[in-house]
Structure formats: structure tokens, C-alpha cells
């Protein structure tokens, strides 16, 4: 099992975020748009991203994000402007702080009447004179887990257990068990921020920076709790259980939403739990989506005779395999309704199919050796016979 920390998940989902984008082209908009096209586009991107429609799925949570950024943006006449002149690179940094943008909730109800411009109207406070409460969410962590074979047949039960840094119970996350062990920073009066003016060619801008005595913080720990060393969070060992689905895929990684890391501040919610999905090698199936393919080895007689092989299978009946008399070796045989169940079509199995394989051996016993010689010549072409095979053979070669 390994855990990785956001920014090795963030490298993983890295083809995703690698070039900001441009939050006109995110909401698939006209620079002149107006305010209701906006919201139109951010509503309907929002419902077809939101997570309650996209269980588990990063990519789509990705999205959702970016969707969100671009209307808490572009929903703001301020913060538009600034965006129309500067784009991505503006002057002071990232509107939402060293953090960059967090997400915000909003229900799929909301999506579809209006109740969510409460909640972006809320994000920049109006003219800088609230205290900007940075609401950070906690990193997410990727866990992977491997499953049997026969999991992907069943779907299965699991549990999982690993370390994760967990809001501190020794001093509830203040840094100190002591009450007076922490003190309001004095140098930025516990914002955590710094503000100064800033000429920007021809505008002068207000700046706003992290607090360098407290790090942002807001608060200095004069008695740090030993736990923690004064950091609010400690390592703790956390186990889930979840269920894998039948028909799962190979690198599925499922959320579990919560179950990541304490948010550093008090006030911010816990990141989430991916577990990534790996399924263990079957003794000789292969996988493609739902089918099955495997191979088996037969001898000369069984291609030319034909024969019946049973296989013990995945879903607990036998795997009876008839193999015609006269096959040839490359030929399949297709199992329908014997392979694994299917994710997308909720109903009905993909097939299993078998590959006949001649296997010659390597080294005969005497006895056997003195029955082949005895059938060699009945069974081998004269010359004239082979000559018309070999053609045969090119003839059939050209034509495929
Ligand atoms: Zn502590
Ligand atoms: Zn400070």
C-alpha cells in the first residue's frame, strides 16, 4: 500500500491542470457574454460535473472545480475586470489566496433553481473590508489497493487501513494544550496577511502576502503541544471499509469524501480519500473490459478428434470447452455470457474466449516414438499430394 501527499495526486491528475485555462474558454463563452449567459453556461457545466452525478470520478471533480473558479471570477464585476486585463497573471497574486481557489458546495438542487449566488457573492467580501477567512480544505490522499481476480466476477467487500494526519485530540487542534500557549501574531494582528501598495505601471494596486513572522498562520505557539510539535494535526491510523463494484476496472480510483487530511485551520473541511483500485493477475485469463481470453494447449489428436476440456471458472460452474474434431491450431472458441459481468450496460456478461493452441512435446518416450512410426506413414502426404498442399497453402496466403 503507498499513500501519497496532494501534490503526488495533483502529478497524477497532472495532464488535467497542467496549463491553467482560460476561465471564457472553461465556461465555453464569448468574452462579451452577459451576465445571465454567464450563469447559464456555469449552470449547466456545474450540473453535468457535479460530484452526486460523477461518483469517484477525478476528472469530472477536476472540472467541477474549474468550472466553479471561472464563475466565482467571471460572476464578480471586480474580479472580472481584473481578470480582462491581467488574465491569469494579475498583480498580487491569486485572488484567492496563497491556497488557490478551494471549491465551494453547492447542492445539484441549487444547480437547477438559483440558490447559488449566495455562495460566490461570499467569496471575495466586498471591498476588502471584511477579514478574508481563508477556508482551506485538507490535502486529498491516494491509496492504492489491490483486489483478487475474482472480485472483478463478485464485486467484494474491503477494508484498508493507513496513516493520516488528523486534526490533533492533545490540544483540539489549537497547537497547545494550554489556552495562553498560542498568541494572535502582533505583526500582521492574526490575519496572517500583509497589505501594501504597489505600482504596477500605470495602477497603483493594494498587495496583499503571506505574513513572514507567523507564515500566514495568523497565530504564533509559544507552548506547542508534544504531540503535534505545535502543528494542530498528527499522524493517525484510520480504517475504511468500502465495497468494489463488479465489472471494476483496473486503476478505478474511488472517492471517499472526508476520509483525507484535517484542514490545517480549524475552520476548513478534511480532504478526501481516493483509493485506487488494482486487480491482481488471474492464473490464465486475460482481461478485455468484460471478455476473458485464454489459451489452452492441445495435442495433434485432440485438434484432429476433438474433445471436451472442463475448466473450473470465476463463476463457480465449470467452463466446459468443446473443441470440434478437425480444428486448427489459432482457431477461437466463444463463450457467450462467460465472462465478466459489464459496468456500463448494468445487465449481461462479456464472453470468454479460447484460443487452441498445438502443443508439440519436447521429448517422447520409446514406446510412444514406435506408435508414431507405425501411423507416420498413414497419416503423411505422398509427394504428389504435398505438392498440391503447398500450393494450397500459397493460394490461401494471398488471398488473406
Ligand atoms: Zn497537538
Ligand atoms: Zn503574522
Not at 43 to 68: M, T
Not at 144 to 157: E, I, L, N, P
Not at 361 to 385: A, N
Amino acid at each position: 500500500m503507498q499513500l501519497f501527499k496532494e501534490d503526488r495526486l495533483n502529478e497524477c491528475l497532472g495532464e488535467y491542470m497542467s496549463a491553467k485555462r482560460d476561465y471564457y474558454e472553461i465556461l465555453g463563452i464569448q468574452r462579451n457574454s452577459s451576465a445571465s449567459e454567464i450563469k447559464n453556461a456555469f449552470r449547466s457545466l456545474a450540473r453535468k460535473y457535479h460530484p452526486d452525478k460523477n461518483q469517484g470520478d477525478a476528472e469530472s471533480e477536476i472540472k467541477f472545480k474549474e468550472v466553479q473558479e471561472a464563475y466565482a471570477i467571471l460572476s464578480d464585476a471586480n474580479e472580472k475586470r481584473k481578470y480582462d486585463t491581467y488574465g491569469h497573471n494579475r498583480p498580487g497574486g491569486s485572488p484567492f489566496g496563497s491556497g488557490g481557489f478551494e471549491g465551494v458546495n453547492i447542492s445539484i438542487e441549487d444547480l437547477f433553481g438559483g440558490g447559488f449566488e449566495s455562495v460566490f457573492g461570499s467569496i471575495f467580501g466586498s471591498g476588502g473590508r471584511s477579514r478574508r477567512t481563508k477556508r482551506q480544505r485538507g490535502s486529498d490522499l491516494l491509496v492504492r489497493h489491490t483486489v483478487t481476480f475474482q472480485a472483478v466476477m463478485d464485486g467484494s467487500k474491503e477494508s484498508i487501513e493507513f496513516e493520516v494526519l488528523k486534526t490533533c485530540k492533545n490540544c483540539n487542534g489549537l497547537g497547545s494544550p494550554e489556552p495562553d500557549g498560542v498568541r494572535e501574531c502582533p505583526a500582521c494582528d492574526g490575519r496572517g496577511r500583509i497589505q501594501r501598495i504597489e505600482k504596477v505601471g500605470p495602477f497603483t494596486q493594494q498587495v496583499v502576502t503571506d505574513c513572514s513572522s507567523c507564515r500566514g498562520e495568523g497565530r504564533i505557539v509559544h507552548d506547542p503541544c508534544t504531540i503535534c510539535k505545535g502543528e494542530g494535526r498528527s499522524n493517525e491510523s484510520k480504517k475504511v471499509e468500502f465495497s468494489v463494484p463488479p465489472g471494476v476496472e483496473n486503476g478505478t480510483r474511488l472517492r471517499m469524501s472526508g476520509f483525507g487530511e484535517s484542514a490545517k485551520s480549524e475552520s476548513g473541511d478534511p480532504g478526501h480519500l481516493y483509493i485506487e483500485i488494482n486487480i491482481d493477475e488471474h492464473e490464465w485469463f486475460e482481461r478485455d473490459g468484460s471478455d476473458l481470453l485464454m489459451a489452452i494447449p492441445l495435442s495433434y489428436t485432440d485438434l484432429v478428434l476433438g474433445t471436451t476440456i472442463e475448466v473450473p471458472h470465476l463463476d463457480g460452474e465449470l467452463l466446459k470447452i468443446k473443441v470440434p474434431a478437425g480444428s486448427k491450431p489459432g482457431q477461437t472458441i466463444l463463450l457467450k455470457g462467460r465472462g465478466l459481468p459489464s459496468q456500463r450496460s448494468r445487465s449481461g456478461r462479456g464472453s470468454v474466449m479460447v484460443l487452441l493452441k498445438l502443443d508439440l512435446p519436447s521429448k517422447i518416450s520409446r514406446g510412444l516414438k514406435k506408435k508414431l512410426l507405425e501411423i507416420r506413414d498413414e497419416i503423411s502426404y505422398s509427394d504428389d499430394e504435398l505438392r498440391d498442399k503447398i500450393s494450397e497453402e500459397a493460394r490461401s496466403r494471398r488471398r488473406g
